[in-house]
């Protein structure tokens, strides 16, 4: 159980386009989900916490304008890479945490994000 | 501020040597979480390890153990008998009560060779 799928697994877009990356919590419902940011050969970086519902939380230095993120439902979160540029190039993990409590994330496969 | 301390970068050594990943945290909560992730080419986190605050015995699964010194804040992780498919990146992780503010460590890049 507790399995989170990411959609799609990796994407190329061109400069100055907006690309959407999916977020699912298959098997549970989670009102929590997160999106953390991965350069490579760099460690993972929390940019946003998604709540079902309200508007989500972005860490210092992420621009909620550029990084839109949607909760709309305990099983989906969205995130969307708005006019996107070469140096937003890189791999976005999701987390989900149950609604039914626990501290436990799961993470999704990652999505991998080349811009041209 | 929590942060997490993975003070070696890489690591290679021969198929079948041990190898211990080194992993330093610093948080001023009593009740904390600490996490091993893998992190293979492929780029997925696979779930290796949690450990409370509060449970300091060691753990061993297959080749796999951790060492919890709530003493020194460590929280380390040997290989018994390294194969190539051990070879990833592995990153400690830390997190408060109830999942809340999850910090990865800078990770360590192990290289397994024949």
């Known amino acids: 159980g507790a399995v989170v799928s990411q959609h799609p697994s990796w994407v190329i877009c061109k400069s100055g386009t907006s690309v959407k990356i999916e977020c699912r919590s298959l098997?549970?419902?989670?009102?929590?989900m997160f999106w953390y940011r991965q350069f490579p050969k760099q460690s993972l970086m929390l940019m946003a916490t998604?709540?079902?519902?309200?508007?989500?939380?972005?860490e210092q230095g992420v621009e909620k304008d550029k990084f839109l993120i949607n909760h709309a439902s305990l099983t989906l979160s969205t995130l969307t890479v708005t006019s996107a540029h070469p140096e937003d190039s890189s791999f976005y993990i999701c987390?989900?945490?149950?609604?039914?409590?626990?501290?436990?994330?799961?993470f999704g496969p990652g999505t991998r994000l080349t811009v041209t | 501020a929590q942060k997490v301390t993975q003070a070696q970068t890489e690591i290679s050594v021969v198929e079948k040597e041990d190898v211990t990943l080194d992993c330093v945290y610093e948080?001023?909560?009593?009740?904390?979480?600490l996490f091993w992730y893998k992190q293979p080419p492929s780029g997925e986190l696979v779930f290796l390890i949690r450990?409370?605050?509060?449970?300091?015995q060691n753990e061993i699964s297959g080749r796999y153990s951790w060492n919890f010194q709530k003493s020194t804040s460590s929280f380390n992780f040997t290989i018994t008998a390294s194969q190539v498919v051990d070879s990833a990146v592995y990153f400690c992780?830390?997190?408060?009560?109830?999942?809340?503010?999850?910090?990865f460590g800078p990770g360590t890049r192990l290289s397994v060779l024949p």
């Open positions: 098997d549970f419902q989670a009102t929590t």
């Open positions: 948080t001023r909560d009593t009740t904390y979480y």
């Open positions: 987390s989900a945490r149950r609604s039914s409590g626990g501290y436990e994330q799961y």
């Open positions: 998604s709540n079902e519902g309200s508007k989500a939380t972005y």
């Open positions: 992780a830390l997190s408060e009560a109830f999942g809340q503010n999850f910090v």
């Open positions: 450990r409370n605050s509060f449970d300091e």
